[in-house]
Each structure stands twice: as structure tokens, then as C-alpha cells.
């Protein structure tokens, strides 16, 4: 499995974080209009991580995971998420709040990072 499909596969698997979003987990970013809250995935690096002969051994992969709300603070089930990817394995990076808008539409972003063989 794909670094990325890692990451789904531990985020649909936390029921914790599946009571707040449901299926809601969307490539690149959520559809305009999409139901919040929502989480949104994508690949932000995917470089060589160790070689042994000459081949490429292991890769690292940084993944941007963020959670979409609406009139609300995401750090909660921002928190849920921290949880399922350690869990599974992933490093967590960083996270920053982004401004919310006139919409109300709050955002997370976090990134996490996993180191996996080839």
C-alpha cells in the first residue's frame, strides 16, 4: 500500500474520527458545498529516504491532512486525526489554524510524515 492509502485506511478505521466526519474524506480538497466537517488529504513531498547498493531502499513521504468546519473550531477532531495517523505509525510535523472566512468555514492543516520501505 501507498503511503497515502496508509493514511486513509487509519483514518476511516478510527471510529472516533468517523462519528464526526462519517465518509467524508476527500482527495486534494473538499467539492464546493461539500457537508462539513469534512477532512481533506494530499501528498505534499515524496522523496528518497535510504538506498543500499545502489537502489532505492525506503522513501519519505509528507502527506497534508486538514480538517474542514463550519462555526467551529477544527482542533478537536484535528486531534482525532493526530491520533489515528501516530497510531499507525506516521511522525507528526506541524499543524497551524488557517483564517477562517466570512463563511465561517474554519480550517486545520497538519503535516505527518512516514518513512516506508520500497
Known amino acids: 500500500m501507498s503511503t497515502v492509502d496508509d493514511a486513509v485506511q487509519a483514518l476511516n478505521n478510527s471510529t472516533a474520527l468517523t462519528a464526526k466526519v462519517g465518509t467524508r474524506f476527500f482527495y486534494d480538497s473538499p467539492p464546493m458545498n461539500a457537508v462539513l466537517p469534512c477532512v481533506s488529504y494530499y501528498t505534499s513531498l515524496s522523496k528518497p529516504a535510504e538506498y543500499a547498493d545502489n537502489s532505492l531502499t525506503a522513501r519519505e513521504t509528507t502527506l497534508i ?54
Open 65 to 118: 491532512i486538514e480538517v474542514w468546519t463550519k462555526n467551529e473550531s477544527p482542533t478537536a477532531i484535528a486531534d482525532i486525526v493526530d491520533s489515528a495517523l501516530l497510531a499507525a505509525g506516521f511522525s507528526w510535523v506541524y499543524s497551524q489554524d488557517m483564517p477562517g472566512g466570512s463563511d465561517g468555514v474554519y480550517q486545520k492543516l497538519s503535516k505527518y510524515k512516514q518513512v516506508k520501505e520500497v
